[in-house]
């Protein structure tokens, strides 16, 4: 669909107000906005027309217009640009990535946290996508008679941790085979590796203590299994009760977030340079009218990508999130694949 420009400007101009207090926007307000010399009849006028077209709804008979969804999908494909990045904003964020722990877990947990009080709404970071890694370290620490802590060192530096208990008394022998056990069987396996037949070949490599230790056997392959999930960390999920427009979707949207596989496959889509906007009405598996997400992928190395995002309503302010966006996300790969912090 193509729209004159006068259209456009009045679109794009009701979508900037409704966009600051959420508000419907009349013709009079309008008129007071918009660089146009037009009567305050014929912007009600071109609105009628807009609605007409689906850009437009009036919620109520009396009161003024709103964008609808393909209002804002018109807008963000048609007419959105942006400024560059401000030098305080650009200044923040570099500050933000000095201080970050850089372990990829509270990196990742706190660039989430980082995040979302810059911009004051929900923010998503995904951890690199990794569907062929392994383990590369094994530690298996004693923590009780029967129980070891299993914890296990993936290839781009993440630590996952599970405790096993034994079913019999465990002995400083048996903490050192087991260690030497799983560093030679079990480490660079990707979990397409671990099909039953390769754990039951393992098992039997158990030798004599077997039964007494095939718990930490199913714990190790229960930590390469966890390897593979999606990890999204989430940030202020509570921000979004802020915006009434969202009340009639907050059921679904915490559905949403509690499926962190389907949630962690609608932010990483597009590409690496791609700036996607995705709008409630248009989400897989989920229908969520005035619910919005803005996100990106960052470029962890090695050809690995995970991504950045923010929730919100669909007036948020995308012309001044997309640039804060892009810079954090550059910022955040450079940090993943190790050459963002100055010591």
């Not at 298996?140 to 070891?148: A, S």
């Not at 039953?196 to 007494?212: F, H, V």
């Not at 990106?296 to 995970?306: L, P, S, T, V």
């Amino acid at each position: 669909m193509q729209i004159d420009e006068r259209k456009q400007k009045i679109l794009a101009t009701v979508i900037r107000l409704y966009s600051a207090d959420g508000e419907p926007v009349g013709s009079g307000l309008l008129s007071e906005y918009l660089d146009l010399q037009l009567s305050t009849a014929t912007l009600r006028n071109e609105m009628a027309a807009l609605t007409k077209l689906g850009l437009l709804m009036q919620p109520h008979t009396s009161a003024g217009r709103v964008p609808s969804m393909h209002g804002y999908r018109y807008y963000a494909d048609y007419l959105m640009s942006f400024e560059p990045l401000a030098s305080k904003d650009k200044q923040l964020i570099d500050e933000i990535f000095t201080y970050l722990d850089y372990e990829l877990e509270r990196l990742l947990q706190g660039a989430a946290a980082a995040f979302s009080e810059i911009t004051g709404y929900t923010a998503m970071v995904s951890s690199p996508r990794q569907p062929d890694f392994g383990i590369v370290h094994f530690d298996v620490l004693q923590v009780g008679r029967y129980t070891v802590a299993l914890v296990g060192v993936s290839q781009n530096g993440a630590v996952f941790m599970r405790v096993a208990n034994a079913r019999e008394s465990l002995t400083a022998d048996d903490i050192t085979f087991l260690s030497v056990f799983l560093n030679t069987q079990m480490t660079y396996l990707s979990s397409k590796d671990i099909t039953q037949d390769k754990i039951t070949a393992l098992a039997r490599k158990l030798g004599a203590r077997a039964q007494a230790l095939l718990p930490v056997l199913s714990c190790a392959v229960g930590l390469l299994g966890e390897l593979h999930d999606p990890h999204v960390y989430v940030e202020s999920l509570e921000n979004l009760l802020d915006y009434r427009d969202l009340d009639v979707s907050l059921r679904g949207i915490i559905a949403l977030f509690g499926d962190k596989r389907v949630l962690e496959n609608i932010i990483t889509q597009g590409g690496p340079e791609d700036i996607q906007i995705l709008f409630g009405e248009e989400l897989p598996a989920y229908y969520l009218p005035g619910f919005c997400l803005l996100s990106a992928q960052y470029a962890a190395g090695g050809g690995k990508f995970g991504a950045v995002a923010l929730a919100g309503p669909s007036r948020m302010q995308h012309t001044k999130l997309i640039p804060l966006l892009k810079y954090f996300t550059e910022k955040l790969g450079q940090a993943v694949a190790g050459g963002g912090k100055k010591e």
